[in-house]
């Protein structure tokens, strides 16, 4: 049986690295677009939800050196308790 997650619990990845990512270090949308070499109305497209995140937008976030090279699943994790691991018997 699959488990569905409610809808009010998705966050759209756009809005993801928008609100963690670009806004605390104080990226313009106009200068990371042209750090990307894409347009900037790509860039408030995933931001706003409009577009998917293509793998390809991924890895140019992924290399840019003031942002983290991946998300942080570290922060994301951070004061939930660590799942117990048994050893199979």
Known sequence: MAMTMHPSLAVHPGDWLKSEVVDPHGVSINRLAASFHVTRQTLSNLFNGHTSLSADM?????????????????????????PKVSKGG
């Open 58 to 82: 991924a890895i140019r976030f992924a290399r840019q050196p003031r942002t983290p090279p991946k998300p942080s699943w570290e922060s994301f994790l951070k004061g939930r308790p660590k």
